[in-house]
């Protein structure tokens, strides 16, 4: 089966620097890769995603991009404010159903 | 902007009984899911579901559970006899339909304390 490695699994950053989260998988028909925002006490929210054709996709200070080859698709962060302090978690598809995520970093951005 | 809704937010019970943890998925969505978290570690997947039948299962997903599409709109995790382990939060999602790469959607979650 499927199975998603991510790091780190905390990272502290000041406000306004950039924050980058790095998955690895290693089911090579995994063919989609979530990324998902959670907070204290909530569900996981979908924030941005990547499917196997892109490299790279950009959503505002949102960024994710993919290396199909090296198996591997990382989530940066720009320009980070205190709200986006939350655990992120990465997953990959596989091909069916279902969905394998990593073990999540906690990000704390700091004033 | 729709929304997974899933009650109760937390329900407690003692080790032996069932408990049934109960979902409302996007309305237009077609393929739903339920997954687990332990506290501290990472989301599992647990069931998908999808024209009143089970797609896919994981070996977590035993017998002591099952889901239900009672209704039109509900959706439905049963635990028949908990387990201290069964501890966790439990979260419904929902897709579109089946296919590969769809977006699945979340809700809060139930958080399952077994005593």
């Known amino acids: 089966g499927e199975n998603v490695e991510q790091h780190p699994s905390t990272l502290s950053v000041q406000e306004g620097d950039s924050a980058v989260i790095k998955c690895t998988y290693s089911d090579s028909a995994s063919n989609y890769f979530p990324w998902y925002k959670q907070e204290l006490g909530k569900g996981p929210q979908l924030i941005i995603d990547?499917?196997?054709?892109?490299g790279e996709k950009k959503d505002q200070r949102i960024a994710v991009t993919l290396n199909k080859t090296a198996k591997h698709f990382s989530l940066h962060i720009t320009e980070t404010q205190p709200e986006d302090s939350a655990v992120y978690f990465c997953?990959?598809?596989?091909?069916?159903?279902?969905?394998?995520f990593g073990k999540g970093t906690m990000l704390l951005v700091s004033p | 902007e729709p929304e997974v809704t899933q009650t109760p937010s937390h329900q407690v019970t003692q080790m032996g009984q069932e408990v049934i943890l109960r979902c409302v998925p996007i309305s237009n969505h077609l393929y739903f899911y339920w997954y687990r978290q332990i506290l501290g570690q990472k989301v599992e997947f647990l069931v998908s579901?999808?024209?009143?039948?089970?797609?896919?299962k994981s070996e977590i997903f035993d017998d002591q559970f099952s889901v239900e599409r009672p209704d039109g709109s509900n959706f439905t995790l049963k635990i028949r006899s908990t387990k201290l382990e069964d501890s966790a939060m439990y979260f419904c999602?929902?897709?579109?339909?089946?296919?590969?790469?769809?977006?699945?959607?979340f809700g809060p979650g139930t958080r399952l304390t077994v005593t």
């Open positions: 990547i499917r196997s054709n892109v």
């Open positions: 999602a929902s897709s579109e339909g089946p296919g590969l790469a769809v977006e699945q959607y």
């Open positions: 997953a990959a598809n596989p091909g069916y159903s279902t969905l394998t």
């Open positions: 579901f999808y024209n009143n039948e089970i797609s896919e």
